[in-house]
């Protein structure tokens, strides 16, 4: 069993910075990329970045030069680290990774609880 504990969401005035954090734990046999999404109301979930397994990123056009995902594979934990934050960037982000807990068991899709980020102006 896998479990996504998100954590570092927070308000933060534009501008402003906020690293979220995302933990993987239980059984876990392997950990293959690593994403954020996020969603505001009324609006569908988006990805906002990426990182796979080999460490390649990619990015939502908004948040490019911005943010920033990186991964400890030996914490299996992700990070987004948010810079320049703005009013539009409000949502709850959503962590995601795709795993296997065990060695016969097939890779699936984990999400964690979600995390509120909120920017005022």
């Known amino acids: 069993q896998v479990q996504l504990v998100e954590s570092g969401g927070g308000l933060v005035q534009a501008g402003g910075s906020l690293r979220l954090s995302c933990a993987a734990s239980?059984?876990?046999?392997?950990?293959?990329?690593m994403d954020w999404y996020r969603q505001a109301p009324g609006k569908q979930r988006e990805l906002v970045a990426g990182i796979t397994s080999g460490g390649n990123t990619n990015y939502a056009d908004s948040v490019k030069g911005r943010f920033t995902i990186s991964r400890d594979n030996a914490k299996n934990t992700v990070y987004l680290q948010m810079n320049s934050l703005k009013p539009e960037d409000t949502a709850v982000y959503y962590c995601r990774c795709n795993a296997a807990p065990s060695r016969a068991a097939w890779y699936r899709d984990y999400w964690g609880q979600g995390t509120q980020v909120t920017v005022s102006s």
């Open positions: 239980g059984t876990i046999f392997s950990i293959g990329a």
